[in-house]
């Protein structure tokens, strides 16, 4: 079976980014796309995520192989900074987020936040500095400091982490 397609996403109250590779092309080829969706808590959130998702698919599009399992991994929303106003907005974005990769033949994973910092960083608590640190020294040619896209890088690397895991089961028998 070929490699999978793995996109990783992070969702702010604000903004909404994506990170994208096939895993062997991971230092070479990576789709970093950030979408702005405006204020927070306002009924066109969603509106603006779907025009962001949809642009980033079609703007990907191309670079998917034939054939190849797709996959997206989104961080699950949380209730922090912003309180439970922030994370319901983040919520129904992120069902319209999800809808549209399903629409498009992905299969969704949601990615709680502790988890994939675990998996990335050794620590569910890393800071975002951590994350940066961890995430350009995986990736030296991204130069970015914005802290959603090096989240969704972030979520990327556990994607491909998941996968990595999944074939070796899946190899051994054990899956």
């Not at 490699?3 to 604000?14: K, N, Q, R």
Request: aromatic residues 8%; hydrophobic residues 40%.
């Amino acid at each position: 079976m070929k490699e999978p397609f793995i996109v990783g996403a992070d969702l702010s109250s604000h903004n909404l980014a994506f990170a994208a590779t096939m895993p062997r092309d991971m230092l070479k080829r990576c789709h970093l796309h950030k979408y702005e969706l405006g204020s927070p808590y306002t009924p066109q959130s969603a509106g603006h995520a779907l025009d962001a998702t949809l642009a980033f698919l079609e703007a990907i599009d191309e670079s998917i192989p034939y054939q190849v399992e797709r996959l997206l991994y989104i961080e699950s929303p949380v209730t922090a900074r912003g309180g439970v106003k922030t994370t319901v907005v983040q919520a129904f974005v992120s069902g319209v987020v999800q809808a549209c990769f399903v629409k498009a033949a992905f299969k969704v994973y949601l990615v709680n936040v502790m988890t994939w910092k675990k998996t990335v960083c050794g620590n569910g608590r890393a800071s975002k500095p951590d994350v940066a640190r961890t995430i350009k020294r995986r990736w030296p040619n991204i130069t970015t400091a914005d802290q959603d896209l090096l989240d969704a890088c972030g979520v990327l690397l556990h994607g491909l982490a998941v996968e990595r895991a999944r074939t070796r089961l899946e190899a051994s028998g054990r899956l």
